[in-house]
């Protein structure tokens, strides 16, 4: 994975796009499926070898960094899955964080190329910031009437779509349905899952079926998880030793089914102490140098700044903030293609902002709306370090 060993961003890191992220991951997987993709295949995953597989599942553990897993495995956890077979280390997309990982999972395309960049979105031709996955706006309400076309407007590039035959998204509860899912990839089939065990039984009702296929299957627990406790908090480990257990179970029931299992995840997550968390809406004149509320994530905050404000909004980050953040110009940011490769969105520069304040270990942000309480994580991603960047893959021949 990149180390940036200079500039404003020195001991930073940025995914391996070349032939080492999640991107390259899916480029194989979709080629091996008969699909096109622009990007070069990961390293060491030839698609020819993994073409030989009748199924190819992809089993995203959200929020499972390499350094959680090392942790767990070396108190002797994980015996039943994740220390029972090898895995590698391959990195996730920046920024680190669920909306540009997932959408990546879902579609093959980069961030620069899907340009769905964070959990809080700039929707600037629409006015407004958004939770773009359930598809609302900050204060709650639809991001827009049901008539809208999010499908046309979002314009997500789907190299999914190319691949023939059975393709399967089974996810978590109301997300295969979800407005924000319909959006994307032409799924020939959308599955659901409330549990584990249900997630197990839905996997297997898809590999039954006839032909040749490939599933991305999702489990967004074990990161809620890490929010709300942390993530070396006993809760969290007792959720991560049931996932072990499930993995284990399905790797059971897939014997014999000729299916390529991959287990992997999204970004991994950091602890930020409570008196490392900010709030930037206590910063003074903060909020009054912006042109909108922030976007972005808790680790990588990304701020449109009002053009007769920007001296002012540099000279309050440096005073105030600069202990917690290295402010970075978002131009800096996409002329080093952190947001990944390929033909970048129409939207891309105008989501990516003026400027990103990217936390210092151990920091976090969120920017309270006026007239609403604080609200704070234990645990927190969206940043460069490996912590966030790194992931585990595993592959189990089934």
């Given at each position: 994975m990149p180390y940036i060993t200079k500039g404003l961003l020195k001991d930073f890191y940025l995914p391996d796009y070349a032939d080492g992220s999640t991107v390259n991951l899916l480029a194989s997987i979709i080629r091996s499926r008969g699909g096109k993709s622009p990007h070069k295949n990961l390293k060491g995953l030839d698609p020819r070898r993994l073409r030989e597989a009748r199924n190819v599942i992809y089993l995203v553990v959200d929020g499972l960094g390499v350094s959680q897993l090392e942790r767990f495995l070396s108190m002797?956890?994980?015996?039943?899955?994740?220390?029972?077979?090898?895995?590698?280390?391959?990195?996730?997309?920046?920024?680190?964080?669920?909306?540009?990982?997932?959408?990546?999972f879902a579609t093959g395309a980069s961030p620069a190329e899907h340009a769905v960049l964070s959990w809080y979105l700039n929707l600037h031709d629409l006015g407004v910031v958004t939770m773009i996955l359930p598809a609302i706006t900050r204060t709650g309400s639809p991001l827009a009437r049901e008539e809208f076309d999010l499908h046309a407007y979002?314009?997500?590039?789907?190299?999914?779509?190319?691949?023939?035959?059975?393709?399967?998204?089974?996810?978590?509860?109301?997300?295969?349905?979800?407005?924000?899912?319909?959006?994307?990839?032409?799924?020939?089939?959308?599955?659901?899952?409330?549990?584990?065990?249900?997630?197990?039984?839905?996997?297997?009702?898809?590999?039954?079926?006839?032909?040749?296929?490939?599933?991305?299957?999702?489990?967004?627990?074990?990161?809620?998880?890490?929010?709300?406790?942390?993530?070396?908090?006993?809760?969290?480990?007792?959720?991560l030793r049931q996932i072990d257990e499930s993995l284990a179970r399905l790797v059971r029931k897939l014997q014999g089914t000729d299916t390529r299992l991959f287990v992997l995840a999204d970004h991994g997550l950091i602890d930020a102490p409570a008196a490392q968390r900010i709030d930037l809406g206590a910063v003074p004149g903060f909020y009054g140098c912006l042109a909108t509320i922030t976007s972005g994530d808790a680790r990588s905050v990304s701020c449109f700044v009002r053009p007769g404000r920007v001296k002012a909004f540099k000279e309050i980050v440096n005073r105030k903030l600069g202990h917690a953040c290295v402010c970075t110009p978002g131009e800096v940011l996409l002329a080093m293609n952190a947001f990944g490769p390929g033909k970048p969105h129409k939207a891309l520069a105008n989501r990516a902002g003026d400027f990103f304040l990217m936390a210092r270990p151990g920091y976090a942000f969120t920017a309270t709306l006026p007239g609403w309480e604080p609200r704070f994580h234990v645990a927190y991603h969206g940043g460069m370090s490996a912590d966030e960047v790194l992931v585990p893959l595993y592959s189990v021949q089934c």
């Open positions: 002797g956890k994980g015996k039943q899955f994740f220390a029972k077979h090898p895995w590698t280390t391959i990195s996730s997309v920046f920024p680190a964080t669920t909306a540009a990982a997932v959408t990546t979002l314009d997500l590039p789907s190299y999914i779509d190319s691949v023939k035959g059975r393709r399967g998204l089974i996810s978590y509860e109301d997300i295969p349905q979800s407005r924000y899912s319909r959006a994307g990839t032409r799924w020939t089939d959308r599955m659901a899952a409330r549990t584990l065990q249900g997630l197990e039984r839905q996997i297997m009702a898809f590999v039954r079926k006839r032909g040749r296929k490939m599933a991305y299957a999702y489990w967004p627990e074990y990161d809620s998880n890490c929010h709300e406790h942390g993530v070396t908090h006993r809760k969290t480990d007792r959720h």
